[in-house]
């Protein structure tokens, strides 16, 4: 097999292309957000569409639904032609304009955008509102449905920012799975205190959903035989009733406060932990410190005996964000000739935001593979030495 036959890298075509999507989609939601911010007041996009304020109304309106009436839904050469604006105007966004400075060709371009993407958002309230809807009996102290509400708008204006005309799909088919993700996402991020990995929380969500269903068909409370079969007979879902009491738990369990009062109308009410037996010892506090000393000082004795080399030893300090005691003084030459400690690299690496190993790429001035690559070689070497003591 003649080695030019080979692709150059295949196994990153993918991410590739997945990374190239991802940029596509931010720029689209930058190229939208940026004009309709700067242009939604015009007076052109104020005679073209429905003025904005109407849209706080409809959020605040007793019967949203039936006030939404008032506005006709799009057809489908309609949905066309707005969608082509709206093209047009991230096609010119793209070629680096200056919003501040526009022709008047370039202008009228960026109007239409606004113009078509706020009459496609309000014109499709009435599909976020009913959606928001069908979730209202999830509703809850952290999650009211006004907040489900705000989180439907939001996956419908992030539907409008992503959809393509030319697949040949209507906009509210597409539009709806954006909604329902973007609900479904934020109950299972802001209404729990310990968040649920998100497919159990889905499936929590389908079968409270048959449940509640289940209950009103009975017109009484079903039994836990009823509800499994009812469950693998509509949901495709085989469960135990074991598994179902655990995956129900799991879901209605949240926290609670040790500061909760007992009688929340007294502002003088004891505590829920003035009530809990406090086993610790006095001396617990002197107890951690020493402990702690005690292991930072098995650290930097495991370390020190492996055999590594100092800038191993930084990289897997600063991975693991050990404390200089653990690592000891040591000194490190970067890239440019430069020295540096382990407690001044400590101190600098408390006040960056970026990944770990890109951190300490930065700090060491080599590339951010090479660090991963010495980091596992310096584990290992650890991990064989305390194997053979």
Not at 307 to 317: P, S, V, Y
Request: charged share 25%; aromatic share 6%; proline share 2%.
């Amino acid at each position: 097999m003649n080695i030019d036959d080979v692709p150059s890298n295949p196994p990153h075509t993918a991410i590739n292309e997945k990374e190239e999507k991802t940029l596509e989609y931010e720029l689209r939601d930058a190229a939208i957000i940026d004009m309709v911010k700067k242009f939604k007041d015009h007076p052109y996009v104020q005679r073209a569409i429905i003025n904005q304020s109407s849209t706080i109304n409809i959020r605040r309106a007793k019967d949203p639904i039936n006030t939404l009436q008032q506005f006709e839904l799009l057809s489908a050469k309609d949905e066309k032609e707005l969608f082509g604006y709206i093209e047009k105007g991230i096609v010119l966004y793209k070629s680096g304009i200056n919003l501040d400075n526009l022709s008047e060709t370039e202008m009228q371009t960026v109007l239409d955008l606004v113009a078509s993407r706020q009459t496609i958002y309000i014109t499709n309230l009435r599909l976020a509102i009913h959606y928001s809807n069908r979730y209202k009996y999830l509703q809850s102290g952290a999650m009211t449905f006004d907040d489900i509400v705000e989180e439907s708008i939001i996956g419908l204006g992030e539907a409008i920012s992503r959809f393509n005309i030319s697949m040949g799909n209507k906009f509210s088919t597409f539009a709806v799975n954006y909604i329902k993700k973007q609900i479904t996402r934020s109950i299972g991020n802001q209404s729990r205190q310990i968040r649920l990995p998100m497919h159990r929380h889905q499936k929590f969500l389908k079968i409270r959903q048959c449940v509640k269903g289940l209950e009103s068909s009975l017109d009484r409370e079903p039994t836990d035989d009823e509800i499994v079969s009812y469950i693998e007979e509509n949901v495709n879902e085989k469960m135990t009733s074991d598994e179902y009491h655990a995956l129900m738990k799991d879901g209605k369990t949240d926290l609670i406060s040790l500061n909760k009062k007992i009688s929340p109308s007294d502002s003088d009410s004891q505590e829920l932990m003035d009530f809990i037996k406090d086993n610790a010892d006095l001396n617990s506090d002197i107890d951690t410190m020493i402990n702690e000393e005690s292991r930072q000082g098995e650290i930097n004795q495991i370390i020190n005996r492996s055999g590594i080399n100092d800038r191993t030893k930084m990289i897997i300090g600063l991975y693991f964000g050990l404390n200089p005691e653990a690592i000891g003084n040591i000194t490190v030459e970067t890239s440019n000739g430069t020295q540096i400690t382990y407690e001044q690299a400590f101190l600098v690496m408390k006040t960056w935001k970026k990944s770990t190993l890109e951190r300490i790429s930065s700090l060491l001035g080599i590339t951010r593979e090479r660090v991963r690559q010495i980091k596992l070689s310096g584990l290992i070497r650890i991990q064989n030495h305390a194997l053979k003591q």
